[in-house]
T-cell receptor
């Protein structure tokens, strides 16, 4: 069974810092990996999707990398802002598990002004 | 354009009651998913529809949970004899037809269910 782990569970940083969120997964036979943002009490917003054949994706201040062989992905946030405060979730889709996503527990990020 | 919508946004019920949660996917999206998210945890898969049929219901926790999508658009998640442990955020997502590996799931705002 695929397990997805996110470290750290919570992170508090001052505004302007560059930061890295980590995601690891146990089954490397993934179809793709997605990073989502979730604001308190809200649904999920997709940030970046990396196909299994890709190594990284970038969108603005966000960069996500994927290393299938080691079962790891990182989300890099440059020049963090208070508006980045949210929970960040990674999710993987396996080749042999239909279209379901398996999520990590999330990292709760707080960026202090 | 309109995103995925879910109603109600909040639902409070008593133990043992029946509840229905509704999801309206993005127009033209053929796939629809239900997930359940407990406080402080990531979402867990419940069921996936492709068109009108349930392609994968392996995540439904027991036979008190059932979902339908009779016309291939709106879906209803039904929970019978609710228990306090059913309290969670129920999230719906949809995705467009296309290359399987490229599909992004678009999530709705969720329905927060509280069973007293």
């Amino acid at each position: 069974k695929q397990e997805v782990t996110q470290i750290p569970a919570a992170l508090s940083v001052p505004e302007g810092e560059n930061l890295v969120l980590n995601c690891s997964f146990t089954d490397s036979a993934i179809y793709n990996l997605q990073w989502f943002r979730q604001d308190p009490g809200k649904g999920l917003t997709s940030l970046l999707l990396i196909q299994s054949s890709q190594r990284e994706q970038t969108s603005g201040r966000l960069n996500a990398s994927l290393d299938k062989s080691s079962g790891r992905s990182t989300l890099y946030i440059a020049a963090s802002q208070p508006g980045d405060s949210a929970t960040y979730l990674c999710a993987v889709r396996l080749y042999n598990a239909g279209n379901m996503l398996t999520f990590g527990g999330g990292t709760r990020l707080m960026v202090k002004p | 354009g309109a995103g995925v919508s879910q109603t109600p946004s909040n639902k409070v019920t008593e133990k043992g009651k029946y509840v229905e949660l509704r999801c309206d996917p993005i127009s033209g999206h053929t796939a629809l998913y239900w997930y359940r998210q407990s406080l402080g945890q990531g979402p867990e898969f419940l069921i996936y529809f492709q068109g009108t049929g349930a392609a994968d219901d392996s995540g439904l926790p027991n036979d008190r949970f059932f979902a339908v999508r009779p016309e291939g658009s709106v879906s209803t998640l039904k929970i019978q004899r609710t228990e306090r442990g059913d309290s969670a955020m129920y999230l719906c997502a949809s995705s467009p037809p296309g290359l399987a590996g490229a599909e992004t799931q678009y999530f709705g705002p969720g329905t927060r269910l509280l069973v007293l």
